[in-house]
Structures are given as structure tokens and as C-alpha cells.
């Protein structure tokens, strides 16, 4: 599985303490407000096929059991949070295809998701962010159609991958900026730090075979 360095700021790093603490402490999801903004046609037009693409989700990884041992691992991690086994799969399944595809790390939009939404696919923010990664009403006049419902695991995963991906570019890599476009708040470390702290205390993930070179 190939993952993009991803630029990461002093304080992402300087702060992954207070992030867990305030995850902690957290009693309900973070919602995201990204901003509408002006795309030239070329950006919309790539992140319109990007969201139209009928590929069948998947799990990428470079050999079967790997992609096994992920999807098990990550599935003991959510039971509690998401009790169905054959759902919790799934959506697993679809994440770690739409974050691979996007040139995402998985685990990343694993963080994301635990930040956003606590994993509940119907989460509705107060300024209208819907699903998993509160992807804004906003995208769909943009980059898809009205009839995509965001409340849907597969299209509101696709979205907001391709959104997340869409924020990296226009910040050349730096994962500190990118997350606060995404949350609409740049410039301020707090959701970075919750992102990182959800990604690095959670989700981290070393293969197996990573696991017994390093012994």
C-alpha cells in the first residue's frame, strides 16, 4: 500500500498529548463547516469524476493478508462504537478504498471520522454537515447532484476524501492547514491536534510483517 508523506507542523506533533486529553473529553462529535469556495473548471471537473467513478469498493493492500489483518485489527478497535460486525466491515472496507484512492492514509480518515461524527453515518452538525466526515450540502451543487445522498456510506466517504485530498493540494501536502480548511478552521491548532491525537491513539496500524522486522 503506498501513502504520500504527508507535511505535518510543529504542532501537531507539539500538542498529540492535548489532543488525547481533549478527545477525551469530548461528549460530542465535531462538526465540519468547510467553506464554499470558487474552483476553477479544471479542479471541478477532476473532483466531479472523481466522485462519479462506479468503481466497487475494495480493500488495497499489497498482498491479501494484509489487507485481513487490517480489516480484522480495525474491526476489534470499533466494535464498541459500532456493534454490527457485517456493517462495521463495511464501512472499514470503503474507507480504506476511498483514502487509498484519494492518496490518503487510511488511518488518517479513520482519526477524522472519529472526530467528525463518532462513526454515527447520520450525523447532522448544527450548520448542516451530514454523515460520517460532515461533508457540506454545498459539494453536491459543486462537484456531484442533488439526488447523492451524503447520509450514504459510500458517497459520503467519496466525498469527503476527495474534499480532504482537494484541501492537501491547494496547501502543497501540509496536513496541519489541509484539516483546518476541512473543519473551517485555519490557522487554529485545536482540530488538527483532535484529528492527529484520534489518529496516532486509535488507529495507528504497523503491518504484521513490519511488526516482526522491528523485533
Known sequence: ????????????????????????????A?????????????VQSSMS?????????RLVFTNAAEGQAWLDEMSDRL??????EFMRKKLLTIAQYEATRAGLDPQLV?????????FNRYALSPVGARGLM????FWQRQIGTPQQSLFDL?????????????????????????LGRYNGSLGRAEYPNLVYGAWKNYYAWVPPTQQVAQK
Open 134 to 137: 460532515q461533508v457540506m450540502p
Open 1 to 28: 500500500m503506498i501513502m504520500p508523506h504527508l507535511s505535518l507542523r510543529k504542532p501537531l506533533l507539539k500538542h498529540l498529548a492535548t489532543g488525547a486529553l481533549l478527545l477525551a473529553a469530548m461528549t460530542t
Open 154 to 178: 459510500a458517497t459520503n466517504l467519496r466525498y469527503g476524501c476527495t474534499i480532504l485530498r482537494h484541501y492537501l493540494d491547494i496547501e502543497n501536502g501540509d496536513l496541519f492547514r489541509a
Open 49 to 57: 469524476r472523481a466522485i462519479a467513478d462506479g468503481v466497487q469498493p
Open 110 to 118: 479513520l482519526g477524522l471520522i472519529h472526530v467528525e461524527s463518532g
Open 79 to 84: 466494535a464498541k462504537r459500532i456493534p454490527d
Open 30 to 42: 465535531m462538526a465540519g463547516a468547510q467553506r464554499e469556495e470558487t474552483l476553477s473548471d479544471s
